[in-house]
């Protein structure tokens, strides 16, 4: 297995530039903790195992796994979520970032010019043309907020739209749903919506939600791919297995269970309810474009919970656990689509990144020699850290050999029209223990 280098295990790296260069990730993650910690929201107790282990729980359940175990779903999954790991052909749009909600947990003020885009509207549908005119191709469409349905008319315009550039497109609006009436329902039915995303927030009255449920129900009745999206906000789990119950009665496709954040504001209402962030909050550093914050503490765990519950209830509906990691993975996958043909890079078929392997200081000529016996040239030196960068499929041939090898996890940046590799993380494994299911 990989091992995970931390402040608490770094003295079991012998090597002493291997122990040195692994600091550079130790200071950027302490930085990096530091930096949350001043949000005033504690760390949890670091318990991996956990996770782990509810998964593993699943794996009897005839449950899918995808995506590195990030998405986990029984039954029905929507196409849209299927090829958001890749994001490929996928397009989200907004007319505008405004709301009549006040969720305290909304990420809509991480965006750029957050204000500015609550006070105007955006053309989508001139970015759509945009898109076909330069021979851009969607198969996946949707419009988001904000609230859409503040403008129905041009929400179903949009759609009209993109069907008529896009007809194979498959298309798709999320909504509270407070605002969807009959005659809108019939006008969406009419320009052929494929997917309606509904959001429920338990927070809200029981006359509230019946509301909602009511539109879920007219909804269900006109659109094929009806589907709740919510996230699962710890110490609901009672509610959320009553209410996956009264959706399955209804007989929506599906429900989404999102892995429920902290959007770096409200934390007065965090620390209220006792919320304690994920640690470690993600396994990669990273600036993802996902804006959706850190990870609370318990989400996970009470959703993979509901998966198990929805097994054991034999519940028709499809419901798909949506971790962060899964939101992050289309980013992931479309900027290491940069890279060009090398030999040196490997893109990992697991989690998108591109691995590469390095030994540092003295193992570098013992290396070296073994790579040209077997003809390998493709290895670049790094005398600044004194490391040498080579190909991880290479690494069988270093089975006999009694070294430590660092797992270099990078992604491609364009900096200015520029394509540079950025590493951003750093791991160990001896030669002996591996194999290349690991990357």
């Not at 029905?76 to 505008?96: I, P, V």
């Amino acid at each position: 297995m990989l091992l995970e280098i931390n402040e608490q295990n770094l003295h079991e790296i012998n090597n002493p530039q291997f122990k040195e260069y692994a600091q550079i990730y130790i200071r950027i993650n302490r930085r990096f903790l530091e930096q949350v910690k001043a949000h005033g929201l504690e760390l949890a107790p670091c318990c991996p195992d956990n996770e782990q282990a509810g998964k593993l729980r699943l794996q009897t359940r005839n449950m899918s796994f995808r995506n590195n175990d990030h998405s986990i779903h029984s039954k029905w999954l929507s196409a849209a979520c299927k090829a958001c790991n890749k994001g490929a052909n996928s397009a989200t749009f907004y007319l505008s970032l405004a709301c009549h909600r006040q969720c305290y947990y909304c990420f809509n003020p991480n965006q750029e010019d957050y204000a500015e885009h609550t006070q105007q509207k955006r053309d989508s549908i001139k970015e759509l043309k945009r898109i076909k005119q330069t021979g851009g191709k969607l198969s996946y469409i949707a419009l988001t907020g904000g609230e859409p349905l503040l403008y129905p008319q041009e929400t179903i315009r949009f759609f009209q739209e993109a069907k008529s550039l896009f007809p194979q497109a498959h298309t798709r609006l999320y909504t509270s749903g407070d605002l969807l009436d009959k005659a809108v329902l019939s006008e969406l039915q009419r320009v052929r919506l494929d997917e309606i995303r509904f959001s429920i927030k338990l927070e809200d009255s029981l006359m509230v939600r019946a509301k909602v449920m009511e539109r879920i129900g007219w909804a269900k009745d006109s659109i094929d791919g009806v589907v709740v999206e919510m996230p699962v906000i710890p110490g609901t789990l009672p509610e959320m297995k009553e209410l996956l119950q009264a959706l399955n009665a209804i007989g929506i496709a599906g429900v989404n269970l999102l892995e429920f954040c902290f959007p770096y504001h409200n934390q007065q209402e965090f620390q209220r309810r006792g919320f304690k962030l994920k640690n470690p909050p993600c396994k990669v550093l990273y600036d993802y474009w996902y804006a959706g914050g850190l990870p609370v503490d318990q989400s996970e765990q009470e959703s993979l919970e509901l998966l198990t519950f929805a097994a054991e209830q034999n519940l028709t509906i499809g419901v798909h656990y949506c971790s962060l990691a899964n939101k992050f993975s289309g980013q992931i996958f479309q900027q290491n689509q940069l890279a060009g043909k090398s030999s040196l890079i490997y893109l990992s078929p697991k989690d998108y990144f591109i691995k590469t392997a390095k030994v540092f200081g003295k193992d570098i000529q013992p290396v070296v020699k073994v790579l040209c016996k077997q003809y390998l040239t493709d290895y670049e030196r790094n005398e600044d850290y004194q490391y040498l960068e080579f190909p991880v499929r290479a690494i069988s041939l270093l089975k006999d050999m009694p070294i430590e090898i660092g797992i270099s996890t990078n992604i491609m940046e364009n900096r200015h029209g520029e394509i540079y590799r950025r590493e951003l993380k750093i791991e160990r494994v001896f030669p002996q223990a591996f194999q290349m299911d690991m990357v």
